[in-house]
C-alpha cells in the first residue's frame, strides 16, 4: 500500500492523522499520549490513519507542549475577606525561596466567574491549582478534572476531591458551636447567617442537627440573607430575629463579622451578654478575642491550610508520596464569656 502523506507534501503532522481518521487533533493527540482514555474503536480507528500516512510523532513539539509555566494558580472567592487573606498569606509562605509565582484569581462567590478562570488559568499551563472549596459547578469540575496537573481544593472535605482535598467540615463546626451553647444551658438559640454560600449552608445544616438533637429547632430561630456579611448586617439580622421570636436566649453567627454586629446591637439596645444573650461566631478572627466581653468562635486553620495545600504541590511536583488524597485539619471551638450562660 502506498504511504499517502500530508496535504501540500512534506512530513505527516497530527492535523492530517486527525483529518484521515474524522476525529480532532485533540482526540488523536490524547490517543496517542493516553491510550486507555480513548475507546477501543477510536484507537483503531487513528491507529489506520497514523499507519496509512506514515505518522511518527515529533518528540521536540511534544517536550515544547507539556512544558508548564513555573506559576500556581490559587482561586479564591474574595481577597478582601480576612479569612482567605490568611489562607493567602499561607499559600505565599509556604513558596517562599521557590520558583513558582503565584497568579490569583477572585471568583466573588461566582461559579460562572469561577469557570471563566479555570479557562485563563489552564490556557496558560500553570504547574498546579488550588481552588477554594468544593462547590464547583459540572464544567469547572471538568475543567480541574482535565487540568492535567496537581489540583488541591481547600476549606472543606469531601469522600471525592478532584485531586487532593485541605479543609475542615462546616457542618461539624454548626454542630459543636450549638452543641456547646445548649450545654451552657441556652435553649432558644438562633442562627444567623448572611451571603448563604454552600459553606454557610453547611453551618446551618450543623446547626439545625443539634437543635433537633436536643428537641429545639424551630424554624422562626433561623434568620439569614442572601446580602454579603458586613458588621452592621449582623445588627440588623438579630433585630429581625427578635421582631420574630422576642424569647431569643442566644445566636450562632455564620461568621464573626456578624457575631461582632450582635453584640453591637446587643449593647445599644442594653442586652446584658451572656446572660440574656449567648453569642458564638465562626473563624476566631482576632476581634473576637479583644471585643468586650469577648465573643466564642469556631477557630480554623487558615494559615495552615494555605501552607499545607503548597506542601501537598510540591510534593507532587516532586513526584513523592504526598498521603491521602483528603486531609481533615479540624478546628477549635475557642470558649470565652459572651457563652457563659443564662444563669
Same mark, same amino acid.
Given at each position: 500500500?502506498? #504511504?499517502?502523506?500530508?496535504?501540500?507534501?512534506?512530513?505527516?503532522?497530527?492535523?492530517?492523522?486527525?483529518?484521515?481518521?474524522?476525529?480532532?487533533?485533540?482526540?488523536?493527540?490524547?490517543?496517542?499520549?493516553?491510550?486507555?482514555?480513548?475507546?477501543q474503536?477510536? %484507537?483503531?480507528?487513528?491507529?489506520?490513519?497514523?499507519?496509512?500516512?506514515?505518522?511518527?510523532?515529533?518528540?521536540?513539539? %511534544?517536550?515544547?507542549a507539556?512544558?508548564?509555566?513555573? $506559576?500556581?494558580?490559587?482561586?479564591?472567592?474574595?481577597?478582601t475577606?480576612s479569612?482567605?487573606? !490568611?489562607?493567602? %498569606?499561607?499559600?505565599y509562605?509556604?513558596?517562599?525561596?521557590?520558583?513558582?509565582?503565584?497568579?490569583?484569581?477572585?471568583?466573588?462567590?461566582?461559579?460562572?466567574?469561577? !469557570?471563566?478562570l479555570?479557562?485563563?488559568?489552564?490556557?496558560?499551563?500553570?504547574?498546579?491549582?488550588?481552588?477554594?472549596?468544593?462547590?464547583?459547578?459540572?464544567?469547572?469540575?471538568?475543567?480541574?478534572?482535565?487540568?492535567?496537573?496537581? $489540583?488541591?481544593?481547600?476549606?472543606?472535605?469531601?469522600?471525592?476531591?478532584?485531586?487532593?482535598?485541605?479543609?475542615?467540615?462546616?457542618?461539624?463546626?454548626?454542630?459543636?458551636? #450549638?452543641?456547646?451553647?445548649?450545654?451552657?444551658?441556652?435553649?432558644?438559640?438562633? +442562627?444567623?447567617?448572611?451571603?448563604?454560600?454552600?459553606?454557610?449552608?453547611?453551618?446551618?445544616?450543623?446547626?439545625?442537627?443539634?437543635?433537633?438533637?436536643?428537641?429545639?429547632?424551630?424554624?422562626?430561630? $433561623?434568620?439569614?440573607?442572601?446580602?454579603?456579611?458586613?458588621?452592621?448586617?449582623?445588627?440588623?439580622?438579630?433585630?429581625?430575629?427578635?421582631?420574630?421570636?422576642?424569647?431569643?436566649?442566644?445566636? +450562632?453567627?455564620?461568621?464573626?463579622?456578624?457575631a461582632?454586629?450582635?453584640?453591637?446591637?446587643?449593647?445599644?439596645?442594653?442586652?446584658?451578654?451572656?446572660?440574656?444573650?449567648?453569642?458564638?461566631?465562626?473563624?476566631?478572627?482576632?476581634?473576637m478575642r479583644?471585643?468586650?466581653?469577648?465573643?466564642?468562635?469556631?477557630?480554623?486553620?487558615?494559615?495552615?491550610?494555605?501552607?499545607?495545600?503548597?506542601?501537598?504541590?510540591?510534593?507532587?511536583?516532586?513526584?513523592?508520596?504526598?498521603?491521602?488524597? #483528603?486531609?481533615?485539619?479540624? +478546628?477549635?471551638?475557642?470558649?470565652? !464569656?459572651?457563652?457563659?450562660?443564662?444563669?
Open positions: 500500500m502506498k #504511504t499517502r502523506t500530508r496535504r501540500g507534501g512534506g512530513r505527516p503532522t497530527i492535523a492530517d492523522v486527525a483529518r484521515l481518521a474524522g476525529v480532532s487533533a485533540i482526540t488523536v493527540s490524547r490517543a496517542l499520549r493516553e491510550p486507555d482514555r480513548v475507546s474503536d477510536l %484507537r483503531r480507528q487513528i491507529g489506520t490513519a497514523v499507519a496509512e500516512l506514515g505518522y511518527v510523532p515529533d518528540p521536540n513539539a %511534544r517536550a515544547l507539556s512544558a508548564r509555566a513555573d $506559576v500556581i494558580g490559587v482561586l479564591v472567592p474574595s481577597l475577606n479569612v482567605f487573606a !490568611e489562607v493567602v %498569606r499561607g499559600i509562605d509556604g513558596l517562599a525561596d521557590r520558583r513558582f509565582q503565584i497568579q490569583m484569581g477572585n471568583t466573588h462567590y461566582s461559579g460562572l466567574e469561577e !469557570e471563566r479555570l479557562q485563563v488559568f489552564l490556557g496558560q499551563r500553570p504547574s498546579a491549582l488550588i481552588v477554594a472549596g468544593r462547590d464547583q459547578t459540572p464544567a469547572a469540575r471538568g475543567l480541574l478534572t482535565q487540568a492535567g496537573c496537581p $489540583v488541591v481544593q481547600i476549606m472543606d472535605l469531601d469522600d471525592e476531591p478532584v485531586d487532593m482535598m485541605i479543609g475542615f467540615s462546616h457542618v461539624e463546626g454548626g454542630r459543636t458551636a #450549638t452543641d456547646h451553647m445548649i450545654s451552657r444551658g441556652y435553649r432558644r438559640i438562633g +442562627f444567623i447567617g448572611a451571603r448563604m454560600d454552600p459553606r454557610s449552608q453547611r453551618r446551618l445544616a450543623g446547626y439545625r442537627a443539634a437543635m433537633e438533637a436536643a428537641g429545639l429547632y424551630d424554624p422562626r430561630l $433561623v434568620t439569614t440573607t442572601p446580602i454579603p456579611s458586613s458588621v452592621s448586617m449582623g445588627g440588623e439580622l438579630l433585630r429581625d430575629a427578635l421582631a420574630r421570636m422576642p424569647t431569643l436566649d442566644a445566636v +450562632f453567627c455564620n461568621n464573626d463579622d456578624l461582632l454586629g450582635v453584640l453591637f446591637e446587643c449593647q445599644r439596645a442594653a442586652i446584658d451578654v451572656p446572660r440574656k444573650m449567648g453569642i458564638c461566631g465562626f473563624n476566631d478572627l482576632e476581634m479583644v471585643a468586650f466581653p469577648p465573643l466564642t468562635s469556631i477557630r480554623t486553620h487558615r494559615y495552615d491550610i494555605g501552607r499545607r495545600a503548597v506542601g501537598m504541590v510540591l510534593g507532587r511536583l516532586a513526584g513523592e508520596d504526598v498521603g491521602p488524597p #483528603t486531609v481533615d485539619v479540624g +478546628f477549635d471551638l475557642k470558649i470565652r !464569656e459572651s457563652t457563659a450562660g443564662p444563669r
